[in-house]
């Protein structure tokens, strides 16, 4: 195990952070119900707009990480966005993304076709009533949420002022319509206004190609967007390769050359902790009954490792596969993550599919590309009854029964929509009939070893992972 680890350390001293941020941020899309790749493909857009604009070095660096991390908040509103629609907030935000929120007959379409979908009459009629009363004060809460938060994560992850800046004013625009402040003009920072810019191009462009896109551009220019900004956008669209990068296969590639090469940041172990702490943040604020799960589950993991005797090295590795288990619940509806009742077939479907994400995003960068696997095999079962791949005892690491283990003591033991928490003494009686079928009998002894100390370990990393605590 410690040549294994050797070999990752290299690879830590060797990968920059912006290929971390960019291969995360793919999380980040599933979130907001966007195709993949629209962070990259929206960076891609914005780094060409500020190196026209003449931008230096140190601002084009913020830009970069502005738009990467645009959406770090966007986990946060979006059981309050079912809540006041209830229905598929990714499908809120989705089609949300190409409403002109400066007109209110475009605002009052899409609240009557997108409230309380499938539900009855008088609960669609509610929702419509309550929304047009009040959707100015809600919008501004919503937006608020999302980008205080987004820009929490950018100082919990060491970026300077402005980039956090640049994710706050994401939402404000050029003529003093936007939120959550209202600011106008050049009150609202470069970064964020061309991030803003270059968001919409990516979701016109990807609903109805380049002529969509150029359209939305010019009905939005000194509305939405900075004359300057979209004269910038005039001129290097025009370039021959501009529109086909957002398309090529290997956009993530061109988009790690945009950084400037004397603002690149080679990371180091505790850079990656951080990452993996910060990330935790996005997942478990997607629903209030998963906040503090991956801490936690972090928490039993390293008590579990600890107690096996697992090399320090490897458990701090593995800490970050527990932070990150459940990265893939970012694209699961939390219509379906906060139901209190029984899930349907296609429902289930849906929880069981964030595990096959959660290895897919993990294996986009080379560092994670063992752990991707050992994280999103997490529900699989010794008996083979398991998902995504089914696979049987044989074919599971030991450091994904641990995670295994850490994860159903977690589930049980936590608030659920559908029940109460259930007392630890209880909760280990229950997990024990799963000994030798869902769960490792010697992963289960290690976490039962442990658990007069794993209390207050899990207290602390909960409490170091709340908002604003660093």
Not at 51 to 62: A, N, P, W
Not at 299 to 328: C, E, F, K, S
Request: glycine fraction near 8%; hydrophobic fraction near 40%.
């Amino acid at each position: 195990m410690g040549s294994i680890y050797a070999l990752q350390s290299t690879a830590v001293e060797q990968i920059s952070l912006s290929a971390i941020i960019g291969s995360l941020s793919y999380a980040l899309d599933l979130t907001e119900g966007l195709p993949a790749g629209h962070s990259l493909r929206s960076c891609w857009v914005g780094m060409h707009v500020g190196q026209r604009m003449g931008m230096d070095s140190q601002e084009l660096s913020h830009l970069y990480y502005t738009i990467l991390l645009k959406d770090a908040g966007c986990s946060s509103n979006a059981a309050r966005l079912f809540e006041l629609y209830g229905t598929d907030e990714r499908l809120i935000k989705r089609d949300f993304k190409q409403v002109d929120s400066d007109s209110l007959m475009h605002l009052g379409r899409f609240v009557l076709s997108h409230a309380g979908i499938g539900k009855s009459l008088h609960e669609r009629v509610t929702r419509i009533m309550n929304l047009a009363q009040n959707g100015n004060e809600f919008a501004t809460e919503l937006v608020a949420t999302r980008c205080e938060r987004g820009a929490s994560i950018a100082r919990q992850l060491g970026f300077d002022d402005e980039v956090a800046a640049g994710i706050r004013c994401l939402d404000e625009h050029w003529n003093g319509h936007g939120k959550p402040a209202r600011l106008a003009g050049t009150q609202i920072p470069l970064n964020a206004r061309i991030a803003l810019l270059s968001q919409v191009i990516d979701v016109f462009h990807s609903a109805g190609g380049a002529a969509l896109a150029l359209e939305e551009v010019g009905k939005r220019s000194g509305s939405w967007f900075d004359p300057d900004v979209v004269n910038a956008f005039n001129e290097v669209e025009k370039q021959h390769d501009f529109w086909s990068g957002l398309t090529d296969d290997g956009l993530q590639q061109k988009v790690s050359l945009l950084e400037p090469e004397s603002r690149v940041i080679r990371i180091d172990e505790d850079r990656l902790d951080t990452i993996a702490e910060a990330f935790a943040q996005v997942i478990d604020a997607k629903s209030p009954y998963t906040y503090g799960h991956s801490s936690r589950v972090a928490a039993y993991t390293l008590a579990v490792a600890n107690a096996m005797g697992l090399p320090v090295a490897r458990q701090r590795w593995l800490r970050r596969g527990a932070l990150l288990h459940d990265i893939g619940k970012l694209g699961v509806s939390n219509a379906v993550l906060d139901k209190p009742g029984r899930l349907d077939a296609d429902e289930w479907e849906q929880v069981k599919s964030h595990a096959a994400h959660s290895e897919q995003i993990l294996a986009r960068m080379r560092i994670f590309s063992e752990l991707s696997f050992v994280a999103g095999a997490h529900h699989e079962r010794l008996d083979g009854k398991g998902y995504p791949r089914g696979l049987i005892a044989a074919h599971i690491p030991l450091e994904t029964r641990i995670i295994t283990v850490a994860d159903i003591f977690d589930a049980i033991t936590a608030d659920r929509p559908y029940r109460g928490p259930i007392p630890i003494p209880e909760a280990i009686a229950i997990m024990e009939k799963e000994r030798g079928t869902a769960i490792d009998g010697d992963c289960l002894d290690a976490l039962k070893r442990s658990l007069p100390g794993l209390d207050a370990g899990a207290d602390q990393a909960a409490t170091r992972l709340q908002p604003g605590v660093s």
